[in-house]
């Protein structure tokens, strides 16, 4: 029977690799499937792995119809067995629903790759109806680690080696340079997200290159404006 299956966790756990891996083992056993994804790092129409792996793949656009993509590879007599979705947190939930229904209605795996919360820890429209419809939600096993050690839970934006907790939600990293600077993520434990306590950070707050600052008393919490009375 049909699944739609969500794996999900932080960067750097593996999600990308997996759904190579995922394609390559379906694909030996004779079954035909698509990829598709959005805003991957390596740029437009590609699935990459920061382990330095990638295929092509389809681009995921907003006015994309899945169902009518799918039904229309039918209608001309291509099998398709599953679908292969990375970086689906930034699909529209429109699109989730229509995945769901090619798995109840025609049959089809969907196996959909993401993360959960934004570096504001809100979480994606597209994961949210993810986690809403999917058959499962598999957390992956492979832990990404916080600079301190401990396991990650959060992704964290920062600009120009600042970390920030607000702007717009989709500014891919790694790559992007915006008008504000340039972007790129970290993953990092709650403790040291709530501090604002990156890598960086932390390097900048110690004493010695060669210790990290574990102290809570070296990590802070922000200070957060207090509004001036009338205002």
């Known amino acids: 029977m049909a699944e739609l299956v969500f794996f999900s966790g932080t960067m750097d756990c593996g999600k990308s690799t997996l759904a190579l891996q995922m394609d390559h083992n379906h694909a030996a056993r004779g079954r035909r499937g698509l990829i598709f994804t959005k805003h991957d790092r390596a740029g437009e129409s590609v699935l990459s792995s920061r382990l330095g792996l990638s295929t092509s793949a389809l681009e995921v656009e907003d006015d ?36 769901a229904r090619l798995v109840d209605e025609m049959g089809v795996d969907v196996y959909a790759f993401g993360i959960t919360a934004d570096f504001r820890t809100a979480l994606f429209p597209g994961s949210r109806r993810m986690i809403e419809l999917a058959d499962r939600v598999q957390v992956l096993q492979v832990e990404a680690l916080c600079w ?21 939600q989709v500014v891919v990293g790694d790559t992007a340079s915006t008008d504000a600077g340039v972007v790129e993520y970290e993953v990092l434990c709650r403790r040291h997200y709530m501090r604002r306590m990156t890598s960086a950070a932390a390097r900048a707050a110690s004493p010695s290159a060669e210790v990290l600052p574990f102290d809570l008393d070296l990590c802070p919490l922000p200070v957060v404006p207090t509004p001036a009375r009338g205002a």
Not at 75 to 91: K, S
Not at 148 to 168: F, L
């Open 148 to 168: 301190c050690g401990q396991r990650a839970t959060h992704n964290a934006r920062v600009i120009d080696g600042v970390m920030v907790v607000e702007g717009e």
């Open 64 to 99: 994309l119809d899945f169902w009518d993509a799918i039904v229309g590879q039918a209608t001309n007599g291509l099998r398709v067995d599953y679908l292969i979705c990375d970086e689906a947190q930034f699909y529209t939930p429109e699109q989730v629903e229509q995945l």
